[in-house]
């Protein structure tokens, strides 16, 4: 390899880090959005199931939600699966997440 092969190289692998980065950083902030998304349509949901007289309990479920997000987040998916055997069995409901909308 020659002199500009080699200046070539180093300056593609200096621009695919920093474009690394971006996308790294931009995907960080697509989770964010989402979990707030995800967040702010819960505690609305709670809101309307469980009626004013109940939002002072909304700060200690989403505490317990993020725990739980926390908890679940980081595993593998054999992680995950064994999580929703651990909800069947202590809530006795199983689920699936679907756009269908006819669940």
Excluded: C
């Amino acid at each position: 390899m020659n002199r500009q092969q080699r200046r070539a190289m180093a300056k593609r692998k200096e621009a695919e880090a920093k474009y690394y980065k971006e996308l790294e950083f931009a995907q960080l902030q697509k989770n964010d959005a989402q979990l707030n998304f995800f967040t702010a349509a819960i505690i609305m949901a709670h809101h309307k199931y469980y009626g004013p007289n109940r939002d002072g309990d909304i700060e200690g479920f989403m505490r317990e939600w993020n725990d739980e997000v926390i908890r679940v987040s980081g595993g593998t998916p054999d992680d995950y699966l064994r999580y929703l055997r651990e909800i069947k069995k202590k809530t006795g409901y199983a689920f699936e997440i679907t756009d269908r909308g006819d669940t």
